[in-house]
């Protein structure tokens, strides 16, 4: 299932890098900045070996991320990012003569920065693609939630948002809290007409982001892209909403935790999700996480679903069963969950 594939990078294959970066740019279509800076990186010997240091991955996101975290208002380059100017200028040549000059400029701190990192944004849009499904399947029934590559937890607090679905047959408006989220349902409506209820809430990842700490806010600010500033606005609400809810974060490999963190809770249905995260981990981990999952459904009720990339195929994939890789497809979706279109059998 692995979206990328940038062992070139270890290999010190600058052309496969190049290929990859230019498959990265595909991702980045609405960030029409990041876009154009991915392009002219994949031409660009001397940004490619930039890249190719960064063992993390996608090194594209770890590299700009790290960029955007450092840049200051009085830089160059600013004058393209929403956040440090008011009228960011067009991307073009200029553009990136000014991410090189800042980047080779400082080759090692870039790289020291983005190789200390993950690939971590905590987008809360995608609560508003999981919401139908956890909600169909909890009805009034309180279910043990659980996130696997949960980031910082946010999206455990998807029943404190509130949500706004636009659809053929009009507006479905849900909740009442902050963030609200604006997604687009592409199918027969309304798509949920309930908030489900959590008994438990608990996040899983191999290294859990505690938002409150303004360093790793920071981190998580400098991982949404320069334009997205309605998504950095519903990151800041999220990290607010997230203080007043219990969350238990567990550190570690979801396929090695999954198990332990089922046989902790109290009885009662389960639904296990996981949005834009396995496609980081190796076929091994997916294996694991499924031999858990079906050995759960052996004795309690469980939904597990995933919304993840799939290499090959334009949108995410949102998938209901026991196995990604095998699961029922049941809708496509915007990877920031701007739109979702369920598949209809
Ligand atoms: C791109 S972030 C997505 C976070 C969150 N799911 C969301 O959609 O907002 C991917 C997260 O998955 C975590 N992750 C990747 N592989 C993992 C694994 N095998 N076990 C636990 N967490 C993992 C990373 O540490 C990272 O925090």
Known sequence: MNLDDWSGARDGDLAAVAAETRRWADSAADSPLYRHFALAIADDPDLLAVLARIPGVPPMNLLLGAVKLRLNADDPLAAWYPHLTPQPRTPGPAAYAALRAYVVGRADAVVAEASARRTQTNETGRAAVLLPWVA?????EPVHAVDLGASAGLNLCLDRFSYRYTWTGGTTLLGSGAPELHCEWRGDGPPVSALPMFATRTGIDLSPVDATDPYQAAWLE?????EHQDRLARLRAAIEARR?????????????????????????????WHTVALYQAPPEVHERIDAAVAAISRHRRVLRLGMEP?????????????SFAQARTVATAHAHGRWVAPAYA
Do not use: K, S, T
């Open 244 to 272: 007043n809810v219990d969350v238990a974060m567990i550190a570690g490999d979801a396929a090695r935790m999954l198990g332990e963190v089922e046989a902790g809770l109290p009885p009662g249905p389960m639904v296990i």
């Open 310 to 322: 799939v290499r090959g195929l334009p949108d995410v994939q949102v998938r209901v069963g026991a």
């Open 136 to 140: 169909a399947f909890a009805g009034d």
């Open 222 to 226: 400098a991982l949404v892209w320069p």
